[in-house]
């Protein structure tokens, strides 16, 4: 029986030949072969054009005269001038911006808070009757504003509460609270269920344990929840025209419905107006669009 040598010599002038794998050799896809990545890539192009294009016809729109708008709507402005944000100044629109600004950061500020304490123990602990009463929150996703602008007029001026901006944040928290809270409360299940047993176990309190370790994880949805909440007070048009009625506390949207007069607008003034109410919400999702995309995207990734 003959025995291997474990370490075998190798005879002087010899080359050991190693086999190497043949790397498997990339084959195109269908898709790239026909080229349908860059048909995708104008498709994409062409939208980004037809979200882009009417900012930029709007921002030159408020440097030219009304008249210079008709016979030259899609030129550059010959002779640039502030007259349209001068005279969309006169007409109203810092008092429609300060109200529309006093409506949003309120019910941004009750929207978020209400929702997040609503989610966690629906999400985080084990109280009785959850099912039910999460059943009985999202059931308001079921109602129309619309449906229900009779009723809530009649109570608004039961109570006092029409013609004020106060009526427009009770109801807009109140119809977007149950949609923020499924939104949060999806976020929240996704959290590992050890937080809550390691700070159980150093003597942290369901408060403490929210408050210091659950809320900080939930930034990205939180952050998305105000930007949504943002794009919802600031252009919501149906409520701010039922329940507001002096000109003094309307907001931008109904105020810019009302610059468009029967016989004649001032089109350069109501293109400055625009102008004006479109800068907050794209600074506000530039700033947040981080966030925004990761709150959204989160649960769906983990």
Known sequence: MSVTDP?????PGKRLKFRTAEMPKHKLSKGSKYGVR??????????????????VWMIIGSFKASQEIFNDPFGLPKNPSLDGYKGAVDQGVVGFFGNSLWVTVISI?????????????????????????????????????????????????AIGLYDTRTALVILYVAFRVPFTTFLIRSYMIDLPGELEEAATLDGASSWRTFWQIILPLCKPILAAAAVLQVIFSWNEFAFALVFIDSPDKLTLPVGLAQMQGKLTTDWSALFAALVIAAIPVIITFLLGQKQFVRGLTAGSSK
């Not at 860059?38 to 900012?55: E, F, H």
């Not at 929207?111 to 966690?120: G, R």
């Not at 009757?129 to 129309?144: C, T």
């Open 7 to 11: 370490n075998p010599t190798i005879p």
């Open 38 to 55: 860059p048909l995708v890539w104008v498709l994409l192009g062409i939208l980004v054009v037809a979200v882009i294009y009417p900012l």
């Open 109 to 157: 500020v009750l929207v978020v808070v209400i929702s997040a304490f609503a989610a966690y123990p629906l999400s985080r602990l084990h109280i009785p009757f959850a099912g039910p009463v999460l059943m009985f929150i999202l059931g308001g996703l079921m109602l129309a504003p619309t449906v229900a602008l009779v009723p809530l007029f009649n109570l608004m001026s």
